[in-house]
T-cell receptor
């Protein structure tokens, strides 16, 4: 089975500063990778995903993530954060060899400080 | 709004009781997933259904069961409830069970066991 590690449980960052949320997964076989965001009192929403092709994927609100197969990582970055980015971020892995089961990390709480 | 609905929004009950959580997937989605989110265990995959059939099983306790009905809505039954079952229960849906398909999450049902 896969496992997903989000190394930082809490990340405080000042507004307009850059941020990186780290994610590592256990298996080096081909996987699908996702970042989900959870705003307070809401369900999870897909932020971006990597299925194949270019290793750099972007979201519509300025986040990007890079798939690094050799390091089994899928870190999430944003060059300049806004107050509205304050939320919980979850990295997830789906292993096509096991059908469709999603494995989620424990989440990173991003707090943007004015 | 993801298009996935969950009822009830909140549920307060006592230990030893049984409850049923309901989920309606997005229109057109055939696959339904159940997750448990608690502070100490993070987001845990419980079970998945596709077009009425159980597709994958995660960390679901024997006291818990689920099913997907012909109209594709799903119910999660939790019995002999314990204090530790207090959590946020999410339902998600996707168009098909393939790992690359985005899962759309409902707003969740918050279960409190007293």
């Amino acid at each position: 089975a896969q496992s997903v590690t989000q190394l930082d449980s809490q990340v405080p960052v000042f507004e307009e500063a850059p941020v990186e949320l780290r994610c590592n997964y256990s298996s080096s076989v081909s996987v699908y990778l996702f970042w989900y965001v959870q705003y307070p009192n809401q369900g999870l929403q897909l932020l971006l995903k990597y299925l194949s092709g270019s290793t750099l994927v972007e979201s519509i609100n300025g986040f990007e993530a890079e798939f690094n197969k050799s390091q089994t990582s899928f870190h999430l970055r944003k060059p300049s954060v806004h107050i509205s980015d304050t939320a919980e971020y979850f990295c997830a892995v789906s292993d096509p060899n096991t059908g469709n089961q999603f494995y989620f990390g424990t989440g990173t709480s991003l707090t943007v400080i004015p | 709004d993801s298009g996935v609905t969950q009822t009830p929004k909140h549920l307060i009950t006592a230990t030893g009781q049984r409850v049923t959580l309901r989920c309606s997937p997005r229109s057109g989605d055939l696959s339904v997933y159940w997750y448990q989110q608690s502070l100490d265990q993070g987001l845990q995959f419980l079970i998945q259904y596709y077009n009425g059939e159980e597709r994958a099983k995660g960390n679901i306790l024997e006291r818990f069961s689920a099913q997907q009905f012909p109209d594709l809505h799903s119910e999660l039954n939790l019995s002999s409830l314990e204090l530790g079952d207090s959590a946020l229960y999410f339902c998600a849906s996707s168009v098909a069970p393939g790992g690359g398909n985005e899962q759309f999450f409902g707003p969740g049902t918050r279960l409190t066991v007293l």
